[in-house]
T-cell receptor, first 109, second 114 residues
Framework: GQQLNQSPQSMFIQEGEDVSMNCTSS?????WLWYKQDPGEGPVLLIA?????ELTSNGRLTAQFGITRKDSFLNISASIPSDVGIYFC?????????FGTGTSLTVIP | SAVISQKPSRDICQRGTSLTIQCQVD?????MFWYRQQPGQSLTLIAT?????????ESGFVIDKFPISRPNLTFSTLTVSNMSPEDSSIYLC???????????FGSGTRLTVV
């Protein structure tokens, strides 16, 4: 299957700091999605990106669909304790999703 | 986006037994998928549940081990058969509704095989 490399693998930040994570692939995707997963829960969709270069915000979250269609990044501004969780990128080609390896975020109050 | 009810939410099962997981959606959906998330890992697609026909399985997953039903456009089941401890994972159903933000996951079934 397609390989999505997500970095960093984990982050420990102070409350109020900004966060940046990215997802890269050797393959081209038609859609990029960013999910957050809390312990014991299924992933929840944060942002969906549908075309190259697209920049989309959802509150304190901003994500971009890379121009090459092979990468995407997610920024979280002014982090708060409830931002803790695992963030997954997902790339869509055809009707199939491929998921990144995840970024574990810890916010220190 | 669609609302998904997945159950059971968790179960502890004896090896050699089978467990059927149900996924109910509050609206008719085009695509339904089943994923596995092993401890500390990302999500791996098991199969696409096709309404009215056999599921389409990904490499490494077979129908005898993971039989899937999809009798209509709002419901699907995944059975984990002849379980072993290696099957301990979170199993998630996912749907695509075709709307702008129509990529949704259920809350998952946390399976522990002892």
């Amino acid at each position: 299957g397609q390989q999505l490399n997500q970095s960093p693998q984990s982050m420990f930040i102070q409350e109020g700091e900004d966060v940046s994570m990215n997802c890269t692939s050797s393959s081209i995707f038609n859609t990029w999605l960013w999910y957050k997963q809390d312990p014991g829960e299924g992933p929840v969709l944060l942002i969906a990106l549908y075309k190259a270069g697209e920049l989309t915000s959802n509150g304190r979250l901003t994500a971009q669909f890379g121009i090459t269609r092979k990468d995407s990044f997610l920024n979280i501004s002014a982090s708060i304790p409830s931002d803790v969780g695992i963030y997954f990128c997902a790339g869509l080609v055809g009707n199939q999703f491929y998921f990144g390896t995840g970024t574990s975020l810890t916010v220190i109050p | 986006s669609a609302v998904i009810s997945q159950k059971p939410s968790r179960d502890i099962c004896q090896r050699g037994t089978s467990l059927t997981i149900q996924c109910q959606v509050d609206s008719q959906v085009t695509m339904m998928f089943w994923y596995r998330q092993q401890p500390g890992q990302s999500l791996t697609l098991i199969a696409t549940a096709n309404q009215g026909s056999e599921a389409t399985y990904e490499s490494g997953f077979v129908i005898d081990k993971f039989p899937i039903s999809r009798p209509n456009l709002t419901f699907s089941t995944l059975t984990v058969s002849n379980m072993s401890p290696e099957d301990s994972s979170i199993y998630l159903c996912s749907v695509v509704t075709g709307t702008l933000y129509g990529y949704t996951f259920g809350s998952g079934t946390r399976l522990t095989v002892v």
